[in-house]
């Protein structure tokens, strides 16, 4: 499998900007599509974006699209969450996930993905 490690959360204003980053080590991490999701308090995990292993094919949640931009460098293996115009809904621990089988994404299930980090807390007051 392949280890990830998320970094950058935190706590910031509604209206502003976090990136997060998740560094990937173990395997040949440009071999995978690439995942972020996110748990609330009290809700169960939901996607958030997802990634082809080169970046050019993307996939967002209807809650994010036009806020959130999923990028990844592969010789950094890691992948990066850029979020803007952050709202307090966006509050959750925010994962990121390796689909193993396949190069693009191929959907938004959390069965599809064998590998996840930690999570990293976002925090958006109001």
């Known amino acids: 499998q392949v280890q990830l490690v998320e970094s950058g959360g935190g706590l910031v204003q509604a209206g502003g900007s976090l990136r997060l980053s998740c560094a990937a080590s173990g395997r040949t991490f440009r071999n995978y599509a690439m995942a972020w999701f996110r748990q609330a308090p009290g809700k169960e995990r939901e996607f958030v974006a997802a990634c082809s292993r080169s970046g050019s094919s993307t996939h967002y949640a209807d809650s994010v699209v036009g806020r959130f931009t999923i990028s990844r460098d592969n010789a950094k293996d890691t992948v990066y969450l850029q979020m803007n115009s952050l709202k307090p809904e966006d509050t959750a621990v925010y994962y990121c996930?390796?689909?193993?089988?396949?190069?693009?994404?191929?959907?938004?299930?959390?069965?599809?993905?064998?590998?996840w980090g930690q999570g990293t807390q976002v925090t958006v007051s109001s």
């Open positions: 996930a390796a689909d193993h089988l396949s190069l693009s994404p191929r959907g938004t299930s959390e069965g599809l993905f064998g590998s």
